[in-house]
C-alpha cells in the first residue's frame, strides 16, 4: 500500500460562492426578511463627523445594493486542508504461481483511488485547491468552480 496526503496551511480564498448566495437571498444569513435584521454600521460616521447611530435594516434592497458594493473581507476564507491525494493497494501473486508461465516473471495487480477524502473546515465551498482561473498562477479566486474528481484505476503489472 502506498499512499500520498496533501496538507495546505493558509492560503486565503475569495468565496464568490457567497457573494452570489448573499446577492440573490439564498445564503442562509438572508433568511430573516421581516425587517427586524438591523445594524449600524461599525466604525462609521456622519457627514459632520459624529458616530454614526443610523440603523440599516438588512433587507433584499441592503443586500443587492449596499452589501454588493462593499469591500470583500467576509468573502475571504482559509484555504487550509487535508486531503487524501492518492492511495494504492497492490497484490503481488506468489512466484510459486508464475514460475509454471516461461514468459512471466512477476504479476500483480493494483486499485488506485484519487482524491478520496478532502477536510477543508473553515471553507465553505467544494474545494478549495481549485481556481477560477485554472491552473494559472491565479489561485484563491474561487467562483462556482466544479471540485476536483474522484478517480480510480485498476492495473494488471507483468513482468517478463
Given amino acids: 500500500m502506498s499512499a500520498v ?3 495546505r496551511e493558509g492560503g486565503d480564498v475569495l468565496n464568490f460562492d457567497n457573494f452570489y448566495l448573499n446577492f440573490y437571498g439564498v445564503a442562509k444569513q438572508t433568511g430573516i426578511r421581516d425587517g427586524s435584521d438591523v445594524f449600524v454600521v461599525p466604525n462609521s460616521v456622519k457627514a459632520d463627523g459624529t ?3 443610523i440603523e440599516v435594516t438588512r433587507d ?3 443586500w443587492q445594493n449596499i452589501w454588493g458594493q462593499q469591500i470583500y473581507e467576509d468573502l475571504i476564507e482559509d484555504g487550509s486542508f487535508l486531503r487524501l491525494r492518492e492511495v494504492t493497494l497492490r497484490y503481488a501473486f506468489p512466484k510459486n504461481l508464475t514460475k509454471s508461465w516461461k514468459s512471466v516473471q512477476d504479476l500483480s495487480v493494483f486499485v488506485t483511488g484519487r482524491n478520496l477524502y478532502l477536510n477543508a473546515p473553515n471553507f465553505t465551498g467544494s ?3 481549485v481556481s477560477l482561473y485554472g491552473n494559472a498562477n491565479g489561485q ?3 467562483n462556482f468552480n466544479t471540485p ?9 503489472n507483468a513482468t517478463f
Avoid at 148 to 156: E, M, R
Fill in 5 to 7: 496526503i496533501d496538507k
Fill in 127 to 129: 474545494d478549495p485547491e
Fill in 148 to 156: 476536483a474528481t474522484i478517480g480510480w484505476n485498476v492495473g494488471l
Fill in 51 to 53: 458616530a454614526n447611530d
Fill in 140 to 142: 484563491g479566486f474561487y
Fill in 60 to 62: 433584499q434592497f441592503y
